[in-house]
């Protein structure tokens, strides 16, 4: 029904940026909540932000407050994670999900993508 596919993962020194897309397809795609989560090896995987589709509400952990700035595109379906000053401790797999409901937990999420990896180099 919803597919999505995350890109623009990559190695990056500390300090530095990447940004993430996510793109999306599926009929009714326009109606779904998204946001991005990421998962390190040995932990569980946390919300990282969020955003409704018309953009009139965002959301963000506080550990990514004012370094990363979720938006999308409606005209090419794709969801966006621009990330600067990137830390060590932002090394994850990241995912971007969707969502018919409003919320930060996981289980709320029903399509996902595949992840990408983002590498931070001390």
């Known amino acids: 029904q919803v597919q999505l596919v995350e890109s623009g993962g990559g190695l990056v020194q500390a300090g530095g940026s990447l940004r993430l897309s996510c793109a999306g397809s599926?009929?009714?795609?326009?109606?779904?909540?998204m946001g991005w989560f990421r998962q390190a090896p040995g932990n569980e995987r946390e919300f990282v932000a969020r955003?409704?589709?018309?953009?009139?509400?965002?959301d963000y952990v506080d550990s990514v407050k004012g370094r990363f700035t979720i938006s999308r595109d409606n005209a090419k379906n794709t969801m966006y994670l621009q990330m600067n000053s990137l830390k060590p401790e932002d090394t994850a797999v990241y995912y971007c999900?969707?969502?018919?409901?409003?919320?930060?937990?996981?289980?709320?999420?029903?399509?996902w993508g595949q992840g990408t990896q983002v590498t931070v180099s001390s």
């Open positions: 599926g009929r009714t795609f326009s109606r779904y909540h």
């Open positions: 955003i409704t589709w018309s953009g009139s509400s965002l």
């Open positions: 999900a969707a969502a018919t409901g409003w919320g930060r937990q996981e289980f709320a999420y029903k399509y």
